[in-house]
């Protein structure tokens, strides 16, 4: 059981962990009241406002109250910052850049266009594009390039800091062909996500119906998922990733009559850590565990996961 207690004490830590808006110096007097980042091309982050910005340079002030000059030649990236983006101390800890994905499911935020990622699995590749700013398209296998699925998810605002999401995943469950053994079918996963809050914390509960046919014979369940994500550090998030299918009872015809069994349900249980190594790379690490039964079982392989922007 020591997996479901591992799982309540990181629910019990992602509520209790508070969100602190970060609050310009009273005693600076900026022309721009927002807030923002600015990357530099050797890799260094500055969060402040800008006092001036032309053609050769940008005045920053600092959080810190500092007034930096720094030149448009060395400027990579500029970007807002929200109040959400700091902790309960003030200290900016930014966006997860993966905030979208947890270990297998997803949530209503959509990717912001241009963000296309790739997560690297022990068990294969999967990369996802941001076509635009609501629609996502994406591509995941193994790497024996079976099965091959295409994964579809449009994301839309439900209110201040609610999203949901209506997606599939559709493909073929084989590509091999054996005479008489019949392993070539499709699969077809139809879902939708509501999830609150935001790229630094989120909750997110899921639904679908998973259908995976075999020359003609079909057989489906319902599936649901509850997960999240919390920021705690500017290099660390937790997070949180469940994969529930319920029992289903089935009724078989036979030569004497009908009989009827029940399926059994399962739960997968994701709990784990993923490491912001640089902007836009990540490593992510989880222990599953599986509830059949009434009796928890521990997965002795871990789940590792490599996620880059590209």
Not at 242 to 270: E, H
Request: glycine share 10%; aromatic share 14%.
């Amino acid at each position: 059981m020591k997996i479901i207690s591992f799982c309540i004490l990181f629910f019990v830590f992602f509520l209790a962990y508070p969100i602190c808006a970060q609050v310009k110096p009273d005693s600076m007097q900026v022309a721009d009241s927002t807030l923002y980042k600015v990357v530099t091309t050797d890799g260094n982050e500055l969060i402040g406002y800008i006092l001036k910005n032309d053609s050769r340079e940008i005045l920053l002030l600092t959080i810190e109250k500092r007034e930096v000059y720094i030149p448009q030649y060395a400027v990579k990236k500029l970007t807002a910052v929200s109040s959400q983006e700091f902790n309960s101390n003030g200290d900016y800890i930014g966006e997860d850049k993966f905030a979208t994905r947890y270990f297998i499911t997803t949530n209503g935020l959509p990717l912001k266009k241009g963000e296309n990622y790739m997560q690297w699995n022990w068990f294969g590749p999967d990369v996802q594009f941001a076509v635009t700013d609501r629609l996502g398209l994406g591509v995941m296998t193994s790497w024996f390039a079976t099965p091959i699925l295409g994964t579809a998810k449009y994301s839309f605002e439900m209110g201040k800091s609610v999203h949901g999401c209506i997606g599939a995943i559709l493909g073929t469950t084989s590509w091999l062909s054996f005479p008489n053994i019949g392993v070539v079918g499709g699969l077809a996963l139809p879902f939708t996500s509501i999830s609150f809050g935001n790229r630094t914390h989120n909750l997110a509960f899921s639904g679908g119906y998973g259908a995976v046919g075999f020359d003609g014979d079909v057989n489906g369940r319902f599936l649901f998922s509850f997960a999240g994500m919390t920021k705690i550090g500017k290099k660390v998030s937790l997070v949180f990733d469940s994969f529930i299918v319920p029992p289903k009872t089935v009724t078989i015809p036979g030569y004497n009559g009908s009989y009827t069994y029940k399926k059994s349900g399962v739960a997968f249980l994701i709990p784990g850590i993923r490491v912001h190594v640089k902007d836009g790379n990540a490593f992510q690490f989880g222990l599953t565990g599986i509830i059949t039964n009434g009796e928890a079982v521990p997965i002795p392989i871990p789940m590792l996961q490599w996620y880059r922007s590209f």
